[in-house]
């Protein structure tokens, strides 16, 4: 049963949410790092995502019965009552957002639970009904860098918004490479996710493409308005230009094996950006001072 419940919370998700969220206290935090209420942070945030994943398979059991991909969750296979899993998730979200609204500030404990609310009220319901569940449930699937930004600052920048939307965009590929390789099942189950929908791919495909492509100039913003140096500026770049290529080649070929490939590139390429990041700081940030101080010897002489 431990398992059951420990399932119900998706960790593997959960560890992704808690990277980005791990990015944007990174960013908000600059001089004034402090693991405690980063931990708070995390804690209070990973509660909140496991509440609301366990929440959405309460909700969606009995679409999940009917799908091959998720029919073997505790839920669809009777491992857990759907009264228990319900009662489970209320109490995780509970204790996620005051842990943040205590621990933390309520503007990180307030973001978190439009995540909750607009994943659960907005995108779930919409997924078996309408296309544009996609786009809906980008919004607080990009929040997690909000909510780390917002602990640490205690306010939303510039800088804070161009992390939400590095996340809004890189998700469309991540999730339409996924719909696309599991369409006949999405479709069984009902969900109108669009590679569930269309025959032949092509609007899926175009989709992909074109948001890998806005986000490699998006990516740059952190370099481009001084939050990050030139070796997060390289990297962002040519990890951009392989994600694109990979919608490239879905948009060419539109087969299964291609939207793999969008797939992988999704799951390296948030974890190798969030990386450069942190290690521009250490690598951008010194040289910039020593070029800075090499140069004001040079005019002095």
Known sequence: MIRAFWELTKPRI????????????????????????????????????????????????????????????????????????????????????????I???????????????????????????STWCTTLGAIPGAMPPLIGYAAAAGRLTAEAWVLYAILFLWQFPHFLSIAWMYREDYARGGIRMLPAVEADGT????????????????SLLPG???????????????????????????????TRGAARRVLLA??????LLYGAAVLDAAVSRPLARV????WSMMKWN
């Open 14 to 101: 959960t560890w992704l949410i808690l990277m980005s969220t791990a990015m944007g206290y990174w960013y908000g935090a600059r001089q004034r790092w402090s693991w405690a209420p980063m931990a708070f942070t995390l804690l209070g945030t990973g509660l909140l995502a496991s509440g609301t994943a366990v929440l959405n398979q309460w909700y969606e059991r009995e679409i999940d019965s009917r799908m091959l991909r998720t029919r073997r969750r505790p839920l669809p296979e009777g491992r857990l009552s759907p009264t228990a899993a319900f009662t489970y998730g209320l109490i995780l979200s509970l204790a996620g957002f005051l842990a943040l609204w």
């Open 224 to 254: 481009l308005i001084g939050a990050s140096g030139w070796f997060y500026l390289a990297a962002a770049f040519l990890l951009g230009l392989s994600y694109a290529g990979t919608a490239l080649k879905l948009r060419i070929e539109r």
């Open 103 to 129: 621990a933390v500030n309520p503007l990180a404990a307030t973001l978190g639970l439009f995540t909750l609310l607009s994943y659960l009220l907005l995108y779930t319901p919409l997924k078996t009904r």
């Open 266 to 271: 999704s799951v390296f390429y948030l974890p």
């Open 291 to 294: 070029a800075e101080a090499t």
């Open 203 to 218: 609007r899926t495909a175009r989709q992909v493409l074109y948001s890998s492509l806005i986000l490699l100039p998006v």
